[in-house]
């Protein structure tokens, strides 16, 4: 007969008791037998080890094993809190790390490990129990908050313990090192960022989203080359992963068209990752295929219509299409979502308006840009050309004098063979020559084209003076440095 406080599923014939019934039996069981009550529960937890050794959840398997993976995690991690054993608790924190590994949601596990801190007549929760209980908590939720210096406290707490029991899981000492880099990352404090990603790579070789975090720190820190070699084992290991990342070095580093075949790459796993569509019509941009990068921002924005990146890139786009009015728009919206990132929108409206002729609002935006931003030499070089157009000739003086003291020791901290370092070069050589400083500046020209071999750095610096000669007038030494840069990059072009 069937029993009212009985529930069956019909689909996979689980059998399940009302939330009551359990609550009896559990408190008559511990009451009248607490030995079998534990050796029931330690039984229950060795099945659920044996169950999730065999499940095997990590990186690679698919969502319905993942989620079995986790309902069972959290039925180990709930029995093993409830012994009275400390080698029990740090199973269950084990289990614990495991599923913030696997999964970025944790609300599930958050919620069991609160519900295990309410006191009940049915269970006791020891004191150690609950100390590493409300230690994982405070990381997840203030995790969850973006608060990164809590979940560091508690990060750190967690690895005290671990760090003393020799039988610890290396594998998962490994996870907590990750964690921490990553915490590390988010703080700003880098090199303690790699000292942890390091370790956990040390201890787990084949851990490949340790070598994708690393890479971050690395193209954070502009260490190109190291954040290709990390991405390069990243995605060898895990070939589903986002190749976007990897296709954002390759910009940053200018190498455009390694960049698309990634961008690409990314977009075929994920077709509407507005991040990925973003950075190839950036990339297509650059590269001054301006059709192609509307086409695919349109398609990020439609996406994600909220990102003040992606409308700032369109407007930026839509700037060099020489369409002003609808990149005003777009820089305005940009500015709306985004106040934080004046400094660089207010520059480009900036330009917008010079080239507009609007030059009173040109120079109030430079102006705010730089009070945001004093450093940017560029600024300083917009706001000298704008005082030129204007006949302000000793602001135009002062101004570019200013763009070059500021750009020249930005090349002591960077390395000669990183594109920053010709970038800034190209700008020096071209403030030089807006300053009239023609034998200086051609100087600076000729011995960058005899380095640089990156056709779209020299295609920048021949745009730069094509954009100088159409603001003003050109005059004979400018027009040789630019016909030696349009034979350089042919010279590089192969045929």
């Known amino acids: 007969m069937r029993q009212p406080f009985i529930q069956s599923n019909a689909q996979d014939g689980r059998i399940s008791y009302h939330d009551l019934a359990r609550e009896l039996f559990c408190r008559h069981f511990y009451q009248h037998a607490e030995e079998d009550y534990y050796t029931a529960r330690n039984t229950i937890a060795s099945y659920y080890v044996q169950h999730l050794i065999a499940l095997q959840g990590r990186n690679g398997h698919t969502p319905s094993q993942i989620d079995q993976w986790k309902e069972v995690a959290i039925a180990l991690i709930q029995q093993a809190f409830l012994l009275p054993e400390e080698q029990s608790h740090l199973l269950g924190l084990e289990y614990a790390i495991r599923f913030k590994e696997y999964s970025e949601q944790a609300e599930e596990l958050m919620k069991v490990l609160h519900l295990l801190l309410v006191p009940k007549p049915t269970q006791r929760l020891s004191d150690n129990a609950r100390n590493l209980i409300e230690h994982i908590l405070f990381y997840l939720e203030e995790d969850a908050t973006n608060h990164f210096l809590k979940p560091l406290a508690a990060m750190n707490a967690l690895f005290d313990v671990i760090s003393h029991t020799p039988t610890f899981s290396p594998e998962v000492t490994a996870y907590v090192y990750r964690q921490r880099g990553r915490i590390y990352r988010l703080l700003g404090d880098y090199q303690q960022s790699l000292v942890q990603y390091n370790q956990a790579l040390i201890l787990l070789p084949q851990y490949g989203t340790a070598y994708a975090g690393r890479g971050e720190i690395y ?151 730089l009070t945001l931003n004093e450093k940017d030499n560029r600024c300083w070089y917009d706001r000298a050309l704008t005082y030129k157009l204007m006949n302000q000739e000793n602001d135009f003086r002062q101004n570019i004098l200013e763009a070059i003291s500021i750009a020249r020791p930005r090349l002591n901290a960077i390395s ?80």
């Open 219 to 369: 193209h954070q820190m502009k260490h190109y080359p190291e954040a290709l070699t990390d991405f390069d084992r990243a995605l060898f290991l895990n070939p589903d992963n986002d190749w976007t990342i990897q296709g954002e070095i390759y910009r940053a580093m200018e190498h455009y068209p390694e960049a698309l075949a990634d961008f690409d790459r990314a977009l075929t796993l994920t077709p509407e990752d507005a991040w990925a569509l973003g950075s190839r019509g950036q990339t297509y941009k650059s590269m001054g295929y301006y059709v192609e990068a509307l086409a695919d921002l349109e398609h990020a924005i439609f996406l994600d219509n909220q990102s003040a990146w992606l409308i700032a890139e369109r407007g930026e786009t839509y700037r060099l299409m020489e369409r002003y009015p609808e990149a005003l728009a777009d820089f305005d919206r940009a500015l709306t979502l985004a106040p934080e990132y004046a400094w660089v929108l207010v520059s480009l409206r900036g330009e917008t308006y010079r080239s507009m002729k609007r030059y009173p609002e040109a120079l109030a935006d430079f102006d705010r840009a």
């Open 416 to 495: 000669m063979n990183s594109s920053e370092f010709f970038r800034i070069r190209f700008n020096i050589a071209l403030y030089l020559l807006v300053a009239d400083a023609i034998e200086e500046a051609s100087a600076e020209y000729m011995q960058l084209l005899s380095i640089c071999e990156n056709s779209i750095q020299l295609q920048n610096a021949a745009d730069d003076l094509k954009e100088y000669f159409t603001l003003l007038q050109q005059h004979e030494g400018a027009q040789q440095i630019l016909h030696a840069i349009e034979a350089r990059i042919k010279e590089l072009t192969p045929p």
